[in-house]
């Protein structure tokens, strides 16, 4: 599976920005695709789950209400849209594709990251 994050940068506090995740063909077989982050110091952390093949998305509470995901199947792309940042949400963001529903993801349920796209929230 090749993974490519992008759209990272730094961003002031309350401001938007729209990340990018290009997966490689080989994972047509993979229908659900995960956004992960993981900040200085902390685990990595489930942040939203869409569906390729239907409307289904999930998110963690933090990131209800601010941030959206979406998907291009034609490009075989899924976004994250956040808006409001805080600088709590200074993070590398990941993504990753899966066969399977994961009701309470994590990072162990994954073989291999990407390099991941660098979030910094601050004034």
């Known amino acids: 599976v090749q993974l490519l ?38 685990e990595r952390e489930f942040v939203a789950q869409i569906l390729t093949t239907g409307p ?9 209400g601010r941030f959206t995901i979406s998907r291009d199947n034609d490009m075989n792309v899924v976004y994250l849209e ?3 940042l805080k600088p709590d ?18 990072s162990a349920d994954f073989r291999s990251w990407g390099q991941g796209t660098q979030v910094t929230v601050s004034s």
């Open 5 to 42: 994050e992008s759209g990272g940068g730094l961003v002031h506090p309350g401001g938007p920005l729209i990340l990018s995740c290009r997966v490689s063909a080989a994972t047509s077989t993979m229908s659900h695709r995960y956004w992960f982050r993981q900040a200085p110091g902390k």
């Open 56 to 64: 289904h998305t999930k998110y963690a509470d933090f990131a209800k």
């Open 82 to 84: 956040m808006t409001c």
């Open 89 to 106: 949400d200074t993070a590398v963001y990941y993504c990753n594709p899966h066969t399977h529903y994961l009701a309470t993801p994590e």
